[in-house]
């Protein structure tokens, strides 16, 4: 785990060593953000059970806003599908998240509610939550399709994400013999790495993107 957080922290600083002045400012004050999200996830867990690597999808909505060039705000609604080793599991997404803004390039600080559409029905199960609050950072970029003609492309990101409220079941509780299985609770905090697009549909409304020069 501690080798994965200091992957993660080393490519975000790379990523900002990068000339920030070369391209428009995509995150001009005032201007609304929204379209599609596609994501690839892959993750795994801490804690009392240990899950095997999973992988799976994020697909839905975003949308976000600039207050200035340096400050903004974004929020999504994605369908979550991931596969793991024995089960497959469906979650609603909501991430929302503050932005630090700079040119074509943003850094992103918040929180993913995962809420579980899929019910597991494990005879050894006495109670299960799949429902949990995620801790959220995410660098993103964006590139242009036309620079000439003013249009912006697809804003790639990397999002990562680890559990702060954590997922749970509890097993036992059943007679065997005539004695009493002691009941066991098991507490474990997943945490995922995302590499996700997302189309920027609001630059055909915006008035004011794109009017300024290159710094």
Same mark, same amino acid.
């Given at each position: 785990?501690?080798?994965?957080?200091?992957? =993660?922290?080393? %490519?975000? /600083? @790379?990523? #900002?060593?990068?000339?920030?002045?070369?391209?428009?400012?995509? $995150?001009?004050?005032?201007?609304?953000?929204?379209?599609?999200?596609?994501?690839?996830?892959?993750?795994?867990?801490?804690g009392d059970f240990r899950q095997d690597l999973s992988w799976g999808y994020d697909i839905g909505v975003y949308a976000g806003y600039s207050f200035t060039d340096l400050l903004g705000v974004n929020l999504s609604a994605l369908y979550g599908n991931e596969d793991y080793v024995v089960s497959k599991m469906d979650y609603l997404k =909501?991430?929302? %998240?503050? /932005? @630090?803004? #700079?040119?074509?390039?943003?850094?992103?600080?918040?929180?993913? $509610?995962?809420?579980?559409?899929?019910?597991?029905?494990?005879?050894?199960?006495?109670?299960?939550?799949?429902?949990?609050?995620?801790?959220?950072?995410?660098?993103?970029?964006?590139?242009?399709?036309?620079?000439?003609?003013?249009?912006?492309?697809?804003?790639?990101?990397?999002?990562?994400?680890?559990?702060?409220?954590?997922?749970?079941?509890?097993?036992?509780?059943?007679?065997?013999?005539?004695?009493?299985?002691?009941?066991?609770?098991?507490?474990?905090?997943?945490?995922?790495?995302?590499?996700?697009?997302? $189309?920027?549909?609001?630059?055909?409304?915006?008035?004011?993107?794109?009017?300024?020069?290159?710094?």
């Amino acid at each position: 785990m501690g080798k994965f957080k200091f992957s =993660i922290i080393l %490519l975000v /600083l @790379l990523s #900002f060593t990068l000339n920030l002045s070369a391209q428009e400012d995509d $995150y001009e004050a005032g201007q609304w953000h929204f379209g599609p999200h596609i994501g690839l996830i892959i993750g795994s867990s801490t804690g009392d059970f240990r899950q095997d690597l999973s992988w799976g999808y994020d697909i839905g909505v975003y949308a976000g806003y600039s207050f200035t060039d340096l400050l903004g705000v974004n929020l999504s609604a994605l369908y979550g599908n991931e596969d793991y080793v024995v089960s497959k599991m469906d979650y609603l997404k =909501i991430p929302a %998240l503050f /932005l @630090l803004q #700079f040119n074509s390039r943003h850094l992103g600080l918040g929180f993913q $509610y995962n809420h579980a559409l899929t019910k597991q029905d494990g005879l050894e199960y006495l109670s299960y939550n799949n429902n949990y609050l995620s801790g959220i950072i995410e660098f993103g970029y964006i590139y242009m399709f036309s620079a000439d003609a003013g249009i912006s492309g697809i804003r790639s990101l990397i999002r990562v994400g680890y559990a702060i409220t954590p997922r749970s079941y509890t097993i036992g509780g059943q007679v065997v013999g005539g004695v009493t299985q002691a009941k066991e609770k098991f507490d474990y905090n997943p945490y995922f790495i995302e590499f996700a697009m997302q $189309y920027n549909i609001g630059q055909f409304f915006n008035d004011k993107k794109y009017t300024r020069t290159r710094r």
